[in-house]
C-alpha cells in the first residue's frame, strides 16, 4: 500500500471511529468533551476552592496552570488506552489477511486526536479571556503535539500486541495510568516538590510525560523553549527505543492474532 492511500485509509478510518464511537447516544460526540471539562472543574473546584491548595504557579492562577498540562494528560491517556484495544475491537479487520492492520493503533490515536485540538483551542480561548495570552512561543505546541503523538503510537504497539493474548492487559494499562497520573507534575509542581522529592526527583524526569506536560505549559506560560528543555535528547532516545521494541513485538505476534480474537 502506498503512503498516500495509506494516509487516506487512516484518516478516513479515524473520522468513522469517532463518529461511531458516539452514534448510539442522543447527544453523540458532545459526549467526548463532558468528561474532561467536568474532571477539570472537579480538580479546579477541590485543589483551589475547597482545599485552597491550589495557589497561584509562576504568576498565573492555578486553573489556567493545570489546565495547560491536564489537556496533554487527557490525550495521552485516552490516545493510549484506545490504541491498546485496537486490535480486539477491530478484530474483524484484523482476520482479514489482505487488510493493513498496522494502521490500527493509527487510526484510535488520530480519533483521539481530534478531541484533543479542541481543548487546546479552550484552554488557548481560556488563557486570552484571563488576560494571560500566550505569547508566539505557543506555536511550539505543534512540536510538542507531535511528540505526544509519536510517544502514544509507540507504547500502543506494544500495549496492542499482547491485549489479543491477555485482554486483562488493557486494564492493567487503565490502573498504570490512573497512577501515572499522580505521579507526573499535572496537579502538582514539581519545583515546589523537589525539597519532598530530594534525590529522586530525577526518577520522575525520567517519565516521558514529565517532559510533554512541561512543555505543555512552557507553551501557554511563556516558558523555555524546547531545545533549552534538558530532557530533550532523552526523550526521543525513549521514543525510539520504546518504539522499535513495540513495532518488534507486534511483527513477531501479529501472525497468531487471528488464532485468538
Known amino acids: 500500500m502506498k503512503l498516500k492511500e495509506k494516509t487516506v485509509l487512516i484518516w478516513k478510518l479515524a473520522k468513522n471511529d469517532f463518529a461511531n464511537k458516539y452514534s448510539g447516544n442522543y447527544l453523540g460526540v458532545f459526549w467526548a468533551f463532558v468528561q474532561p471539562v467536568v474532571t477539570i472543574a472537579i480538580y479546579i473546584f477541590v485543589f483551589q476552592l475547597a482545599f485552597k491548595a491550589g495557589a497561584p504557579q509562576n504568576g498565573y492562577p492555578y486553573a489556567m496552570w493545570l489546565i495547560s498540562g491536564i489537556i496533554a494528560w487527557f490525550f495521552f491517556s485516552e490516545g493510549l488506552l484506545s490504541a491498546t484495544n485496537s486490535f480486539l475491537e477491530y478484530s474483524y479487520l484484523v482476520k482479514k489477511v489482505v487488510f493493513r492492520i498496522d494502521v490500527l493503533p493509527l487510526v484510535k490515536v488520530l480519533s483521539s486526536l481530534f478531541v484533543h485540538l479542541f481543548f487546546i483551542l479552550i484552554a488557548l480561548l481560556f488563557f486570552i479571556i484571563g488576560g494571560k495570552a500566550p505569547d508566539w512561543r505557543f506555536v511550539q505546541i505543534f512540536y510538542y503535539m507531535g511528540c505526544l503523538i509519536c510517544l502514544i503510537v509507540a507504547l500502543s504497539y506494544l500495549t496492542a ?101
Open 161 to 261: 500486541s499482547i491485549v489479543p493474548f491477555f485482554k486483562d492487559f488493557y486494564q492493567i494499562v487503565n490502573v498504570l495510568l490512573q497512577v501515572g497520573m499522580w505521579l507526573t507534575p499535572v496537579m502538582w509542581n514539581f519545583t515546589d516538590m523537589e525539597g519532598i522529592i530530594g534525590k529522586y526527583g530525577i526518577l520522575f524526569k525520567l517519565n516521558p510525560m514529565f517532559y510533554i506536560v512541561q512543555g505543555y505549559r512552557d507553551c501557554f506560560m511563556k516558558g523555555h523553549f524546547f531545545w533549552n528543555r534538558s530532557m530533550t535528547v532523552y526523550f526521543w532516545l525513549f521514543v525510539l527505543v520504546a518504539g522499535f521494541a513495540g513495532y518488534k513485538s507486534f511483527k513477531r505476534m501479529k501472525p497468531h492474532f487471528a488464532d485468538v480474537l
